[in-house]
């Protein structure tokens, strides 16, 4: 475990179902993000959270609405989503002033929710 | 606009030393990030340079040029468990990825 802690691990969805993906976080970090890996791409950015308020959304389509009801939790709802989707979400948290130990300056990852859009 | 390059592929054999590259074009510079991340597991911290010149942790440096855009991971002594992708990414204004690295370590 590596203090961000995801679930699902795995979900399979149909195109007009319903789902939330969780993240947890017990490090005290400030702010919070969804990323987005497919396979052979850079890591993409959807949305970013700091104290709780939503500070960016990368032009992510509405199908997918986050949500963040204190510092230390976030969601993903996901509905009507397409094939094109299927990929691994990563949650990560971080602090957002840099300060003590150079590995407190990065992000702390989640293992993921491997998404399969069918 | 804000690139990062990375070989999509590396193979080495075990014992040796191998470096991945990556170079960058980013809107402001705040420093540069690797991590490791094994298959289907969340990528974890490996070093954050700031300044130009090289950082040693162990069997990992890491390397910086900020003149030159250009950053290095230098993994000496490999062993089988580095066969991992290697994620480079810049904090800008924004934290930019690159989209990884794959090495396999051989026999």
């Known amino acids: 475990e590596t203090g961000v802690t995801q679930t699902p691990r795995h979900l399979v969805m149909g195109m007009t179902n319903k789902k939330s993906l969780k993240c947890e976080q017990h490090l005290g970090h400030n702010a919070m993000y969804w990323y987005k890996q497919s396979a052979k791409k850079p890591l993409e950015l959807m949305f970013v959270?700091?104290?709780?308020?939503?500070?960016e959304n990368n032009s992510v389509p509405s199908r997918f609405s986050p949500e963040c009801p204190n510092s230390s939790h976030l969601f993903l709802h996901l509905h009507t989503l397409q094939p094109e989707d299927s990929a691994l979400y990563l949650c990560a948290s971080s602090q957002d002033r840099e300060t003590g130990a150079r590995e407190n300056y990065g992000y702390t990852f989640g293992s993921g929710t491997r998404l399969t859009v069918v | 606009g804000q690139n990062i390059d990375q070989p999509t592929e590396m193979t080495a054999t075990e014992g040796a030393i191998v470096q991945i590259n990556c170079t960058y074009q980013?809107?402001?510079?705040?420093?540069l990030f690797w991590y490791q991340q094994h298959a289907g597991e969340a990528p974890t911290f490996l070093s954050y340079?700031?300044?130009?010149g090289l950082e040693e942790k162990g069997r990992f440096s890491s390397f910086l040029s900020r003149s030159k855009g250009y950053s290095y991971l230098l993994l000496k002594e490999l062993q089988m468990k580095d066969s991992a992708s290697y994620l480079c990414a810049v904090r800008g204004f924004k934290t930019i990825f690159g989209a990884g690295t794959r090495l396999f370590v051989k026999a």
């Open positions: 959270y700091n104290f709780k308020e939503q500070t």
């Open positions: 980013t809107s402001g510079f705040n420093g």
């Open positions: 340079n700031v300044l130009d």
